[in-house]
Each structure stands twice: as C-alpha cells, then as structure tokens.
C-alpha cells in the first residue's frame, strides 16, 4: 500500500481529530490503497495506545521538527522521548507518495506563535523537495498583516508556501481573498471536511430532551474568565427552567477545567450532566445524536452538531463561526463574543429565543446539509 502523511491532525482537540478521520474516510473512496499515516505534531498516543487507532501515528514533537529543519539544533538540544525517531520520520517523507494538510488554522497573523506558523510551513517544505503532492485541506487561511521582523521572516515563506500545493482549499470566503495575494490558482472554496465526511453521523435517538453544552477557552481573550463562567452558567439554568437537561462536555482537553468550574457553579444541579474526561469523536458523535440542541464555542462543536442535523447556538469568535452558520442561513443563532465582549448580558435574550424557535430548524438544518454536500465535489481535487 502507499503511505500518504496527513498533517495536522491529533488528539487534544476534537475538531483536529475529526478531521483525520473524515479525511481517511474521504480517502477510502479516492485512494482505497492508500495507507494512511497520522504525523502528529502534538503527540499524546505511545506504545501500545497507537494499536488502538485504524491508521498509522508517527509522533514529531515541534523540537523534533526544529531539529530536523536546523541540524545545527542537535548541538544544542537533545531527543525529545515524546516523538517518534527522526530516522522514523525522514523515513516517512522518503516513502510517502502524498501529504494532506489539515491544520485548520495554521498560517494567519490572528493570534499565531511564529513557532507554531513555522511548525505548520515547513514539512510542507519537505514534501515538495520530494516532488510529493500537497493538498492543503479545506482550513482558516490569512490573514497575513504581519508586522516588523514577523513580517520579514514570514511573508517569504508563506508565499513559497502556498505556491506548493497541488490545489488549496478556502473554507471561509475572506480566506481566497487572504490567499489572492499569493496566489489565484487552483484555489477551489469548500466546506469543512466533517460536513462532507461519506461516513454517515450516529443514529439519531428520538426524544432526548438535553441540551449539550460545549465551552471553549479561546473566549477568556476577549471576556474575563468569571464572566465566561457566569455566561455558560446562565445559559445551563435558562434550559432547565425551560424543561431541559444540560450535558457540559469539553470539545478539547484544554477545556476541561472550564467545564468543571461552570459545573460547580451549578451547584452539582441533578439536571446538569458532567463529562469530566477526554471524548473521543465517536463518543462525542454518540452524545450529540441524541440531544435536542447544541450551544457550543467550539467550531467543530457546531460542525459536529449540524452534521447530526441539531439545532445549534453558537457563541463565535472569529470569522469562521459566521461564514458556518451562513452556510446554514443560521446567522441569527450565533452571537459573535470577540466583536460583543462588553454586551454579554443580551446573550440570554438571544438565547431564550432559540429556545423558542432555533430548536425547530432540525429540518432545514439536514435539508441544507444534503443540499451542500450534493454540489460539493471534493474527490475529484484530490
């Protein structure tokens, strides 16, 4: 079989975890003999827990990663125990004959870490010398207003980077006009690949009435964390008032602690349901199929959500919640928290709305789901 390298992809955030799995199952009808291989730059899988999954991981730790761009980095820095050999991974890149990039949100000057941008650019670099295809997955690219020395390192490599891959997908669309500056061609938009994920979501269970909420980290930028808290808090108590039943569960691992702390401010409520561990995305799939609506922060909470048909409130922060929901024609059930920081308190009036009437779009949710997937040809770009 023909080892193709999917990038991007692990295991401490659902959404990127999702997105392996949809593209090996995308990859199943293109290219059934191919073998998929997961390089996982945030490794969290070793030993035996690697066996567990239907594909091939190979941890690079980013200190790997750096040392096998910069062999002058080994003089100053040891093997990292987390990755895989770098005798593994160079292995890899000389066998592989594809590389699929689903970061998500690898290359933009919004709230990006040179290291991580880097981290991102540069096994794409390794591909091409090569001569492998790169395909750069439906993802948040741009924008690309860098400043000062960012601005001198970066622009350069980003715009070899681009200039790469066979075809890039634009998920949003400010993102072609983002990469227009680089480059027009072979620059096709498309929804996530969840959305379009062949596999078909878990059966939905009828009558179910809960409401499942997903928090994210990422809004305790632009509100305090207390008042993050007291939002999600509120919003768990409108929905049992309203005869619901409430599962808080955590979309990446880094938002477990916010779960606990809005559940404690419950009062440990017998209507409020805490999943306190890491789920997998089969779990997360299960759970979701047989609530009666999502409120979520989490962007690939929403696309969990709308796959399965749910009605969904989304609490957004960045141009990607939007151009989602408009997908959808949802506009009016998401509230943009990074433009809105300071009116927090007429969530809970948009809120009690949905409650009234969003938890009735299932309906048009599946139809507009069927509609976008039907013009949406992914398989033959790829």
């Known amino acids: 079989m023909s080892k193709v390298i999917i990038f991007g992809g692990n295991f401490r955030n659902k959404g990127a975890e999702a997105l392996t799995y949809s593209l090996i199952n995308l990859l199943k009808v293109k290219r059934p003999d191919a073998e998929p291989v997961l390089l996982d730059l945030f ?70 870490q040179l290291i991580w941008t880097l981290s991102t650019i540069y096994p794409v670099f390794w591909a091409d010398k090569r001569s492998m295809p790169v395909y750069l997955m439906p993802q948040s690219l741009g924008p690309f207003n860098y400043n000062g020395l960012k601005s001198l390192i970066l622009r350069p490599l980003i715009s070899r980077y681009l200039s790469i891959p066979e075809v890039i997908f634009v998920r949003e669309p400010i993102c072609r006009l983002y990469v227009s500056e680089f480059r027009t061609a072979n620059v096709v938009d498309s929804p996530d690949i969840v959305l379009l994920d062949p596999e078909t979501s878990a059966t939905e269970i009828v009558a179910n009435k809960t409401i499942a909420i997903i928090p994210n980290m990422q809004l305790t930028r632009f509100a305090d964390y207390e008042r993050v808290v007291q939002l999600f808090a509120t919003l768990a108590e409108m929905s049992v008032k309203h005869g619901f039943g409430v599962c808080l569960m955590a979309h990446a691992t880094g938002d477990l602690g916010l779960c606990s702390d809005i559940f404690a401010k419950l009062g440990n409520r017998p209507e409020v349901t805490l999943h306190d561990r890491d789920l997998s995305v089969a779990e997360t799939k299960e759970i979701l199929a047989g609530v009666a609506g999502v409120v979520t922060a989490r962007y690939h909470g929403a696309v969990h959500a709308l796959k399965a048909g749910k009605p969904v409130f989304v609490l957004g922060w960045a141009e990607k919640y939007k151009a989602l929901m408009s997908l959808f024609d949802l506009g009016e059930d998401i509230f943009d928290i990074s433009q809105n920081a300071d009116k927090l308190e007429v969530v809970p009036n948009r809120f009690g709305r949905w409650l009234g009437s969003g938890l009735k779009r299932s309906e048009h949710i599946k139809a507009k789901l069927h509609e976008l997937i039907s013009k949406t040809d992914i398989l033959k770009y790829i």
């Open 43 to 112: 490794p969290s899988k070793y030993g035996d827990a690697k066996k567990d999954y239907p594909f091939t991981i190979v941890n690079m730790h980013v200190r790997t990663l750096l040392r096998l761009q910069f062999g002058w980095l080994k003089l100053l820095s040891r093997p990292t125990a987390k990755s895989d050999s770098e005798k593994v991974i160079r292995h890899l890149f000389a066998e592989a004959v594809a590389f699929y990039d689903i970061s998500g949100y690898g290359i933009s000057s919004h709230n990006q």
